[in-house]
């Protein structure tokens, strides 16, 4: 449901539920090597002693970085992956870090930098034939949602097959939608740029490994962030099953019949699975695991009116859904500390928000994501796309319901513009 706007700060109250966005402070921070440095898609089992400040000098430094405060309680022992971050998600402080700037594969956690990208460029209801060239080029043992040559589906329907199976078939289509392959991975590289994650590097837009191919814990977190200021984003990485239209085939009277078949997301911490259970306040956003990449993920979740953002990349330990076990003890940990643990650095602002910040008097101008103008550059739409606002949909992820949220203006001041704090709805 829609809410009249308001020009005043932490104006949006919430009566119903589920997600929340994100708000920042950040100055400018020092730039990471250029992404023709960038390592393999194999890269060495230490980080680097060199890595990018962007966010603070800390978030530079190899091994973990956290400021203890009065009662906060002491990072989990047991968390073995390569690289991780925790994040408030409104503030933009980050609570704790551990080489958060080290430029790994990232495996499908990099379509979050793909749907930030291309979301803004298609509404949901426009159509698609696929036809042989849309599927071509994609690596040997992708994961697939099901996309056949020759069938039809909704832009509606390929953001389901990208965000709740991971599939590379969805990727593509859209990618040929929006120019092709080498367009999308130009446009993606930009937006990154605009983002100011300086640690990636694109070369496929679904995220298989491929050589030179690299992001950190720091830049997805970014990507997060900005996607969740989207209302089909947040929509769709919250999403836990839904239906996605099947082969059409003949029917018993030869007439044609396309049945559907249920698909259901892959995040194991908004779905559960016998070894994880449900994450309390859990609302997306993506999982990724390649040979290189190992798992991956990022998710966002609230409790009590505080949201944090945590990425974890490559866990050492060899267990089923070790990832989003480690995630979950972050979080854990996160709600524990916050109020708590000092900021040991800050998820910076994309650039167009802070030369924005830098005008007297300027405001961002209210929009809603999902069918931006698409003679507009690359460059324009994304900044046009993280700097949306207004209308909402966020997800109540118990029983996976969509709840319809209301809105308020967005500020722009030193402050990322961003909705005020978005409250779950209290479990029954």
Known sequence: MSAPKK???????????????????????????????????SPSATPPANMSSV????????????????????????????????????SGEVLAAHNAHWRLPPASTMKMLFADTVLPRFP???KHKVVPSDLAGMGSGSSMVGIKEGETYTVHDLWLGVFLRSGNDAVHVLAAMNGGVDNTVKAMNEHAEELQALDTNVVTPDGYDAPRQVSSAYDLTLFARSGLQKKDFREYCSTVSAKFPGETKKGKKGKSVRESFEIQNTNRLLSGDSDVPVYQGIAGVKNGNTTNAGATFTGVAERNGKVL???????????????YKETAKLFDWGFQAAGKARAVGELVPPKSATQASAQPGANASAGQAGG?????????????????????????ITGGLL????????????????????RRRPRP
């Open 372 to 396: 931006a103008d698409s003679s507009a550059s690359p460059r324009t739409k994304a900044a046009a796309g993280t700097a949306s606002g207004g209308m909402g949909v966020a997800l109540a």
């Open 7 to 41: 020009t005043v700060r932490r104006s949006l109250l919430v009566t119903s539920a589920a997600l929340s966005s994100l708000a920042l402070t950040a100055p400018a921070a020092l730039a990471a090597p250029s992404p023709s440095t960038s390592p393999s898609a």
């Open 55 to 90: 966010g603070g000098t800390r978030l530079g430094q190899p091994g973990t970085q956290v400021d203890l405060g009065s009662g906060a309680p002491v990072i989990p022992k047991d968390i073995t992956a390569r690289s991780w971050i925790v994040a408030d998600a409104e």
């Open 403 to 422: 709840v319809l949220l209301a809105a308020a203006a967005f500020l722009v001041n030193r402050r990322w513009p961003l909705p005020d704090l978005v």
């Open 309 to 323: 953002l945590v990425t974890v990349m490559n866990p050492s330990k060899d267990e089923h859904n070790e990832v």
């Open 124 to 126: 949901k209801t426009e």
